[in-house]
């Protein structure tokens, strides 16, 4: 399954399937990126980041892309399970130095049996 | 323990009283950070200290009051409350560079204004 974050809020997927999140994020001078994950009632829970000089990072799981050109960054959730259901949300700082996060809109994943 | 801890986790108050929100981290980060969620799931940073000092102020009405006594503390207060006031505000710290984590937040508080 696969969402355009802003203007597709919920995003529902079979179990195991892989799950792809996307974000359109503003300001080109934009240096780092984190994607979170906020699960109902808890604050938001770092998953992955990347900087500005990579357009791939994986970890487990999930692999996070960027595409510094059209100003856009995924989130892939590989076999994606019940327990990854929550609203994930791209975030954008001048630098991976920074006391600045600004979070995008979110998009809530749905994983049903 | 809970990394970045806040309190209380639920306020409701009426219109104008005045409230205030704690919040204590024992990760031994410099920087420590407010941000509120609105309705529609939107958060959106409103301070930034660092070290006890002020960096960020997001042009919050200067009835919200941020406090640090210490750069493991950094509380909130609010005055007059209204009813747009109401939200999840969460607490937030981090040491920079921040790459690799990214920012530990509390589990937020629920304020209601009514």
């Known amino acids: 399954g696969e969402s355009v974050g802003l203007h597709l809020p919920t995003l529902s997927v079979q179990e195991g399937d892989n799950s792809i999140i996307n974000c359109a994020y503003s300001n080109s001078a934009s240096d780092y990126f984190i994607w979170y994950k906020q699960e109902s009632g808890k604050g938001p829970q770092f998953i992955i980041d990347?900087?500005?000089?990579?357009d791939k990072r994986q970890g487990q799981r999930v692999t996070v892309l960027l595409n510094k050109t059209v100003k856009h960054l995924s989130l892939q959730i590989a076999a994606t399970q019940p327990g990854d259901s929550a609203v994930y949300y791209c975030?954008?700082?001048?630098?991976?130095?920074?006391?600045?996060?600004?979070f995008g809109t979110g998009t809530r994943l749905q994983v049903f049996p | 323990d809970t990394a970045v801890s806040q309190t209380p986790k639920y306020l409701v108050t009426q219109m104008g009283n005045d409230k205030s929100i704690k919040c204590e981290q024992n990760l031994g980060h410099d920087t420590m950070y407010w941000y509120k969620q609105d309705s529609k799931k939107f958060l959106k940073i409103m301070f930034s200290?660092?070290?006890?000092?002020?960096?960020i102020n997001e042009t919050v009405p200067n009835r919200f009051s941020p406090k640090s006594p210490d750069k493991a503390h950094l509380n909130l207060h609010i005055n007059s409350l209204e009813l747009g006031d109401s939200a999840v505000y969460f607490c937030?710290?981090?040491?920079?560079?921040?790459?690799?984590?990214?920012?530990?937040f509390g589990s937020g508080t629920r304020l209601t204004v009514v």
């Open positions: 990347i900087r500005s000089n990579m």
């Open positions: 200290y660092n070290n006890k000092e002020l960096i």
């Open positions: 937030a710290s981090s040491q920079l560079p921040t790459e690799n984590y990214g920012y530990t």
């Open positions: 975030a954008e700082a001048r630098s991976y130095n920074t006391d600045k996060l600004i």
